[in-house]
């Protein structure tokens, strides 16, 4: 903490402390009642022109420069941290026009590197100059220069993790029928505000090995625009097997609960052929429609499915039966969350043996968070009893409203179930506190 002019003696500790600094990151929240001291602009500024970066913290291997947003002059500072041997950089550069001249100072250390900007980037730093660069993330790519940033990208030969937060909303062309691959990227982010600004980039690149994709839009999107990105995608995507986590999320601010997007089963269908998907989420992108024949293709497509999740914010005609929905999750051994609306206004058909005897579904002992969404439930039924047999590891149970005879099912559930090596108020907080919250 530099409130005046340090001592000699002082000077001395503070090098010798500072060489121990391996990152220079941004302050995170702390605590009401944590003591952290910080330093003022013009000390920062004296103590650099005295000591700069590159003696003051030689073993420094992370840079954040929002740390320098304080110091009001902070921008000519930037490029005194570009140090041999600088592993992770965040690089603001809303404050700047001179882009250029900080990208060609980047060191060619460098294994992360995000830069984020207020207005759009139309200038990104040669990736070729980076060879050992994993991550990149991008917050402002100008739509307009979607082929370039690409054909840049392609040449950091051993980046696996892409974030891309996307600006404008007039493309480049797509350059024909020639894409770009992207051969070793496995992460893939992309953050827009209308869902086809990722489409538009998706339908430019082909990938090999990717694992994870991660898509957040801002404004809804209509059932075409949500088929063409899924179509897009599976084009995209060459290798089928390699893909385990599929993510799209509707970030809107303001949800019209009027607003019908209606979305067929038809829609998603075409994901089916990813057969390593482990993880697939749809929140808040419209009203699922999906019916049995989609959910029961799905043990077969996605044998090692563990998480599901079709969360609306808008009721939706559902045709998924109750009956159908519980023989998926009995099939899908390593289920261990579902987010599903369902109709169970029709007699749940339970299997029969030769004599006549009721032979319940195999039960399923990982699934342990089970959502009904806007489900129809007019009658308790049978319901509890299957739930409570089928699923004996059930934890929480939440809904989006509670519909009909809901209520009465969770707490029908809960006395059927047992818990022998339980904390009796741990259940309490699982099964009660968490019901009605529309998300896990």
Known sequence: HLAREPTPSEWERLQINAARVRR??????????????SVSGPALQSLFKQFPPATLFPNLCAFNSKTLRFAHSDIPLYGKFMLPGLEALALDVSRTDRVEGYFGALPDSLRQLSISARR????????????????????????????????????????????????????DQDGGVMTLELSSLQRLSLSGKVLPQCTHFIRQITTCQLSHLTIEYRRPASPIEIAEFVESFVVSCQNHGSLTQFSVVDKSDFHD?????????????????????????????????????FINAIPDAWPGIQELKFASHRPASCTVSFTAMVVFASRCRS???????????????IPQDKDGTERLWPAQSALRRLHFGHSKVPQVGRMPFILAKVFPALSELKCSNFAGSLLEVFKLVKVL???????????????????????Y
């Open 24 to 37: 220079f990151i941004e302050c995170p929240i702390f605590p009401r009642g944590y003591a952290y001291y």
């Open 120 to 171: 759009a980037l139309t200038v990104l730093p040669s990736l070729e100059k980076l060879p050992k660069l994993l991550t990149l993330s991008i917050d402002g790519l100008d739509m307009r220069m979607t082929r370039q940033a690409i054909t840049n990208i392609q040449r950091a030969r051993y980046l696996h993790t892409l974030k891309l937060t996307l600006r404008k909303t007039s493309y």
């Open 257 to 293: 609960d009027k607003r019908v997007i209606p979305l067929s089963s038809e829609i998603f269908r075409p994901l089916l052929t990813f057969t390593g998907l482990l993880s697939v989420v749809f929140e808040g992108i419209g009203n699922y429609s999906l019916d049995d024949m």
């Open 335 to 349: 289920l261990q969350s579902l987010h599903l609306t369902c109709d169970a206004t029709e007699p749940t058909v």
């Open 417 to 439: 179930r047992k818990f022998p090596d339980r904390d009796e108020s741990d259940l309490e907080y699982n099964w009660w506190e968490h019901i009605g919250d529309s998300n």
